[in-house]
């Protein structure tokens, strides 16, 4: 059974610092791993998906690296700014199906 | 090209009601997959449905849960005889690959 995990669970920073946001997966046997965004109270955003053949995907001042060995993807922010403030998503497919498995979430706050 | 549509954004209804949410994916795609955010978890899986056809629906309560997507009109997730912890915010999302999923922006259900 595929289990998600980020950590920390929030964080809060000075406007402009790179950030580093790490998911972490049990089961390497997966399709891709996808990044998104919520704002409260909104649906979800797809930032990036990285298919299990991938290790990077770039957008912007976000770049996603996948390590499936390791069980890890990183996203990270560059420079970032207010309107970064957001809680962001892992999400990634269980075994040979499509269906997406979600961590908790981390909850960024930029000040400004 | 619209993106995924839910309605109604917001529902209320009292214990013993049914609930109905639709969700029209995104032109041209024929995979829909629904999700339930309750409050403070993530996201869970409920169901996978391609047209005319539930093809996972291992994350569905037993009872008084169905699903359909009809060969004509929008996906419905129908919840019978509502009870409080159906409160929750559920998400529909689609694709025409089974591989990226975009989502909607939710339907936020409250039960009374």
């Known amino acids: 059974k595929q289990e998600v995990t980020q950590i920390p669970a929030a964080l809060s920073v000075p406007e402009g610092e790179n950030l580093v946001l790490n998911c972490s997966f049990t089961?390497?046997?997966?399709?891709?791993l996808q990044w998104f965004r919520q704002d409260p109270g909104k649906g979800l955003t797809s930032l990036l998906l990285i298919q299990s053949s991938q290790r990077e995907q770039t957008s912007g001042r976000l770049n996603a690296s996948l390590d499936k060995s390791s069980g890890r993807s990183t996203l990270y922010i560059a420079a970032s700014q207010p309107g970064d403030s957001a809680t962001y998503l892992c999400a990634t497919t269980q075994g040979g199906s499509e269906k997406l498995v979600f961590g908790k979430g981390m909850k960024l706050t930029v000040n400004p | 090209n619209a993106g995924v549509m839910q309605n109604p954004r917001h529902l209320v209804r009292r214990r013993g009601q049914e609930a109905r949410l639709r969700c029209s994916p995104m032109?041209?795609?024929?995979?829909v997959y629904w999700y339930r955010q309750l409050p403070e978890e993530g996201l869970k899986f409920m169901v996978y449905l391609q047209k005319e056809n539930i093809i996972d629906e291992s994350g569905m309560p037993k009872e008084r849960f169905s699903a359909e997507f009809p060969k004509e009109g929008p996906s419905i997730l129908r919840i019978q005889q509502v009870v409080r912890g159906d409160s929750a915010a559920y998400f529909c999302?689609?694709?025409?690959?089974?591989?990226?999923?975009?989502f909607g922006p939710g339907t936020r259900l409250l039960v009374l």
């Open positions: 089961d390497s046997a997966i399709y891709n």
């Open positions: 032109k041209g795609h024929s995979h």
């Open positions: 999302a689609s694709s025409n690959t089974g591989k990226t999923q975009y």
